[in-house]
């Protein structure tokens, strides 16, 4: 229990923890101190000075009693001047006047000179109506001004300058009150905005090439007190009051980021977060707030295709869906309910996956169903209930073959908090280097596929730790000694002595000590891991994890939206069936008649792009569920238009389990004749399957979501929480890479031009050009300068790419995106090998360093935009 | 009995008028269509959008007339000016703007919401405008004026200091951008 203090604000008691400020023991009891740059979720630093308040405290005799009136009432003595609230600690007795008349007098000079410089152009303001400003010149000013003449260097600069590709400046109508550049600094760990220049001419800008280089830039946006950096997404769409603000959450990435989606006449407006503290706090990553635009996309299919003589062509569900079941019929009675294939996709509902499944394992009966084309793990057990709240109470977190950054934006920001603001010790262990590696207490960079070799290392050092000083570590050994599995793990360490296991991984050994020092003393331990690294890795953790004996504390970070839902649901292969990538082998060879795809392409996701592509030329017949028409639907012999997230009601599973609801924002997508009427509309999957089932002869009954919604809650988890060891040994030779190669190492990327983003306007414009990271010393070698064209070519195939020189990559390795506009990196990788070599070859100088696109300004006022000192201003009338 | 008094005084005044409007100059009624009565200066007829001197919309999209509308008859889209083909100074115009008069109940508040003395509730009450616009009145749709039908030229605006002071500032800012 922390210690507690009472103070009086305006005559009402509150009690809150020590250290509090006064302004939130005020919000706690409904007193609104008008703010500007005070924060909840940033550091107090009392710029803007409208929070003032008188504050007194108990007057002490000499002999430190309480001074006290004659009625027993304590004297106090309130200090000379007023105090900003937001940066004043709370403390005993203390006295706090928030409203008096001398008060509102220094507000109205503190506003009379913030609008100094102000247009008050509210009119045409997109923050008008949700703007601090605007309540407090209503609340507060005066209908007069006796500095706007005085000081006014701002009010005549170019409005509109251009911050980035989403954020829009309009530098008069800023208050200096730094909550943009906190943000950036402190929440999102990308300094990138700063304020330059001094006294009445300072103002924001951005310091990063390209500008505002951060994935959560658009939270500056909301934070902004008003209208100074606004969306040019949003950009004079639409007044904030006019628009319907409807919850829903985005299945955009892995995180279930809560949002509302603000919609008018049935047009996507903008995209704001919701504030979930269990989940993603106020904050939303751009790809959230700019990349759902591909909803509302003339482009999106309304109405099922059918081919008829080797083309697609409109048809109507009935004919589409007799069609499917005919074939599928047809199929199961000549060669069996084998020859019959379901992949579905994380970006299915909970819902949508749960009747997928159920049509295909029970009605069809085939046990080929799956949920993905690449073999991933999930997450042992379930992870605690109020996720975030512990790992941000973590004093060690260790994070092994995964980058939030690029994966999982909500849980980048919480880590970024665990280790700045709580300073847990994060142990950053990639292949390569991720941004994250710049808060990590340790970043271990090992070799690729000594994973295993890695984490016994570890194992063994805390184990040697224990037997050592075998007092300090009672909870250690209590944890271990009788557990199943435990005497044949310890056994299994053996040949991991330091030493090795370091050389192995290819870190040093005192890195490796000295995270198995902090390890061993954690009170909690979180180990969160990439969902794409082998299962025996898997099991590996498992292990350290039992050392604590929590199995809860062990996560699998998925980056796709609903991965856990859709596994929970039941879409992985059944007894004896094929998985994803199984399918396609058995689609070339013949074997599987009928391939039934759902959100999801393997061209796009599958290890293989050629077998991906020549299975699908084989196939006898591809149904393909799915929102726009693209390289996939060409090889489909019907085309099933899909209802996105925000067409329908349901459910979705973020990455740490958490089922939240989905609320229906538009009606699903529909075609229109001239009058207005409806002549098809694309339909939510469960309700396709639904359909599907009923016409394969079995009727669920289930005409509502919420029915499928029920089945879905009454599901058991995957797999029970179990502490139990496991001994894994390293299997994989250490990779030598030939002579003049390099191994391919590849990962994801948030903006990778995917499926989505030619949809979404301003999101394709800061996809990057394809590139290679190549290490400074290799490229040197070869004569490779930064930005110049290369061809990265291994046995199977080249892609020609950017290079991009760094040391984000080891010697001998290079990194690539795996999917990156149209360079696929699919192509080239070699599924049957451990790794892929490749060689490099220059094709061409680097370009002559480009200009920036016309509309970017990317000199500061501080570098020397003239700002006229003599215009005159305009009297308002 | 005191009734008589008072029927009489009463047919005297009517006497008096039809007397009056029948052979003198005191007519009360016009002949409608032909004549029609002069409107006072603060009259509510159907709206009007306003022009600046140099042509350029004084509308800015802003919305404040819907906002302030309370039989909610204004529709506005918005969009941004492109400086070398403005509509309206500043930064932001009226792509869309649309009142449905079946709805309005000519009440003004939309004129006084108005920063920028746009809209105006003008002399005109026959919802048709002066060249007779021949409308098809069959449908509900045929109701919804449009941007088009309200706009009038410079200078045919209600008289009032708002639209003549802002006249005045576009005056002094040729580059339009700070009038909004
Ligand atoms: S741009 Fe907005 S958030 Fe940033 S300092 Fe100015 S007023 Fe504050
Ligand atoms: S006159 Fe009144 S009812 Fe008519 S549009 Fe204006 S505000 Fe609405
Ligand atoms: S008429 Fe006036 S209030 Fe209405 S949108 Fe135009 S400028 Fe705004
Ligand atoms: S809110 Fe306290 S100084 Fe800005």
Same mark, same amino acid.
């Given at each position: ?8 604000? =305006? ?23 008008? &703010? ?19 504050? %007194? ?20 003595? /309130? ?6 609230? *937001? ?19 220094? &507000? ?37 001004? $006796? ?31 730094? $909550? ?43 934070? *902004? ?43 996507? #407006? ?16 751009? $790809? ?138 994060? #142990? ?50 209590? !944890?271990?000694?009788?557990?199943? %599995? ?98 396609? =082998? ?90 207005? !009427?409806?002549?098809?509309? *694309? ?90 990271? #190549? ?103 | /009995? ?10 005297? $005044? ?89 709805? *309005? ?43 088009? /039908? ?31």
């Amino acid at each position: 229990m922390p210690d507690l203090v009472t103070v009086t604000i =305006d005559e009402q008691k509150v009690t809150v923890p020590k250290g509090s400020l006064v302004i939130e023991a005020a919000t706690q009891i409904g007193i609104d101190v008008p &703010r500007f740059c005070y924060h909840p979720k940033l550091s107090a630093v009392g710029m803007c000075r409208m929070c003032l308040g008188e504050v %007194g405290m108990p007057k002490m005799n000499p002999d430190r009693t309480p001074a006290l009136n004659e009625d027993g009432t304590p004297q106090i003595a /309130m200090m000379p001047k007023p105090q900003t609230l *937001c940066t004043t600690q709370a403390a005993e007795g203390m006295v706090v006047l928030s409203e008096t008349p001398a008060v509102v007098k220094m &507000r109205q000079a503190v506003l009379e000179f913030l609008l100094a410089n102000h247009p008050l152009d509210c009119p045409i303001c997109d923050k008008g109506g949700e703007c601090m400003l605007q309540d407090q010149t209503m609340a507060y000013a005066q209908g007069h001004s $006796r500095v706007q003449d005085l000081y006014h260097l701002r009010r005549d600069l170019d409005k509109d300058y251009l911050l980035s590709e989403f954020i829009t400046l309009d530098r008069e109508r800023c208050i200096q009150c730094a $909550r943009c550049t906190r943000f950036l600094d402190e929440v999102a760990q990308d300094p990138v905005l700063e304020l330059v220049a001094r006294g009445s001419r300072t103002m924001i800008d951005t310091m990063s090439d390209p500008p505002v280089d951060s994935k959560y830039s658009g939270n500056t946006i909301d934070i *902004c007190p008003v209208g100074a950096l606004t969306s040019r997404a949003f950009r004079f769409r639409s007044r904030v009051w006019e628009v319907k603000n409807v919850p829903t959450v985005s299945m955009i990435d892995g995180s279930g980021t809560n949002i509302f989606v603000s919609q008018r006449n049935e047009t996507l #407006i903008r995209v704001i977060p919701r504030d979930n503290e269990a989940i993603n706090e106020c904050w939303i990553s751009d $790809r959230d707030r700019f990349g759902l635009e591909y909803i509302d996309n003339d482009a999106r299919l309304t109405y099922p295709l059918v081919r008829r003589d080797g083309k697609l062509e409109p048809a109507t569900w009935d004919e589409a869906l007799q069609l499917v079941t005919d074939k599928i019929k047809a199929a199961k009675e000549q060669r069996g309910a084998n020859s019959i294939g379901a992949v579905g996709g994380p970006k299915l509902t909970n819902e949508g996956a749960l009747s997928m499944a159920r049509l295909f394992g029970d009605v069809v009966g085939t046990p080929n169903v799956d949920a993905g084309w690449t073999p991933t793990i999930t997450t042992p057990g379930k992870p605690p209930a109020t996720f975030y709240e512990e790992l941000e109470g973590a004093d060690v977190i260790l994070v092994l073959g995964a980058n939030p950054n690029e994966e999982l934006c909500s849980l980048d920001l919480r880590l970024k908090k665990a280790a700045f603001q709580r300073k847990a010790h994060l #142990i950053n262990c990639n292949p390569y280097k991720t941004p994250l590696d710049r808060l990590a207490r340790q970043s271990l960079i090992y070799n690729e596929g000594s994973e295993v070799a890695l984490l016994n290392g570890l194992a063994k050092l805390v184990h040697q730790s224990w037997t050592a000083e075998p007092a300090q570590t009672e909870a250690l050994r209590n !944890n271990v000694e009788g557990r199943a %599995g435990a005497t044949a793990w310890i056994d299994s360490l053996g040949p991991y002595s330091s030493n090795r296991a370091a050389e192995l991984a290819g870190i040093s050994e005192p890195d490796l000590r000295a995270a198995a020092t902090a390890i061993a003393g954690s009170e909690r331990l979180f180990l969160l891991v990439g969902e794409d690294v082998s299962p025996a890795v898997l099991s590996t953790l498992q292990n350290l994890a039992a050392l604590k004996g929590r199995s809860d504390y062990l996560v699998v970070l998925h980056p796709e939206p609903n991965a856990v839902g859709v596994r929970r649901a039941g879409l992985a292969p059944r007894e004896g069936g094929l998985d994803g990538q199984g399918m396609l =082998d058995a689609t070339f060879k013949g074997n599987l008649k009928v391939l039934y795809i759902a959100a999801n392409n393997p061209l796009h996701w599958a290890a293989d792009y050629d077998l991906a592509q020549r299975a699908l030329q084989t196939a006898e017949f591809v149904v393909v569920q799915t929102l726009f028409e693209n390289e996939l639907t060409e090889h489909a012999d019907v085309v099933l238009p899909a209802a996105s997230f925000m067409e329908q009601d349901g459910t979705t599973t973020n990455f740490h389990g958490k089922v939240q609801n989905l609320k229906q924002v538009f009606r699903p997508r529909e075609r229109r004749d001239d009058d207005g !009427n409806t002549l098809s509309a *694309c339909a939510p999957d469960w309700i396709i399957f639904t359909k599907l089932a009923q016409l394969l002869g079995k009727d669920f009954g289930y005409t509502r979501v919420g029915d499928w919604t029920q089945q879905f809650k009454a599901l058991p988890a995957l797999t029970p929480n179990e502490v139990r060891f496991t001994p894994v040994t390293y299997e994989a030779s250490p990779a030598v890479a030939p002579e003049g190669t390099f191994q391919l190492l590849t990962g994801n990327l948030l903006y990778d031009g995917g499926e989505s983003f030619p949809y979404c306007d301003r999101l394709n414009r800061v996809v990057p050009e394809p590139f290679v990271y #190549i290490n400074r010393a290799d490229a040197r070698k070869l004569g490779i300068e930064n930005l110049a064209l290369v061809e990265v070519k291994s046995a199977r195939g080249a892609v020609q790419v950017r290079a991009k020189l760094g040391r984000e990559v080891k010697a001998g390795t290079v990194w690539m995106p795996r999917r990156l506009r149209a360079v696929q990196v699919n192509r080239i990788i070699e599924v049957d090998k451990p790794y892929t070599a490749v060689t490099l070859t220059k094709l061409q100088d680097a370009p002559p360093k480009e200009t920036l696109p016309a509309d970017m300004h990317a000199v500061g006022v501080g570098e020397g935009t003239p700002v006229d000192m003599n215009i005159s201003t305009a009297v308002v009338p | /009995m005191k009734l008589v008094p008072a029927i009489v005084k009463g047919m005297g $005044r009517t006497l008096k008028h039809a007397i009056g409007t029948t052979f003198g100059d005191e007519s009360i009624t016009v002949s409608y269509p032909e004549q029609e009565k002069p409107r006072p200066r603060r009259f509510r007829g159907r709206h009007i959008l306003n022009r600046y001197e140099n042509g350029l919309e004084k509308c800015i999209g802003c919305s404040l007339c819907a906002a302030a509308c309370p039989a909610d008859a204004i529709w506005v889209e918005a969009a941004e000016n492109d400086p070398q083909n403005r509509v309206s100074p500043g930064e932001r115009y009226a792509a869309r703007y649309e009142i449905n008069m079946l709805r *309005c109940i000519f009440c003004g508040y939309c004129e006084e919401a108005c920063p920028t003395g746009a809209v105006q509730l003008g002399y005109d009450y026959k919802l048709i405008d002066e060249e007779g616009r021949q409308h098809n009145w069959q449908d509900r749709d045929d109701f919804i004026f449009t941007k088009e /039908m309200m706009l009038v030229d410079p200078g045919k605006g209600k008289p009032d200091p708002l639209s003549e002071a802002l006249d005045e500032r576009l005056k002094q800012n040729p580059n339009h951008d700070r009038v909004w």
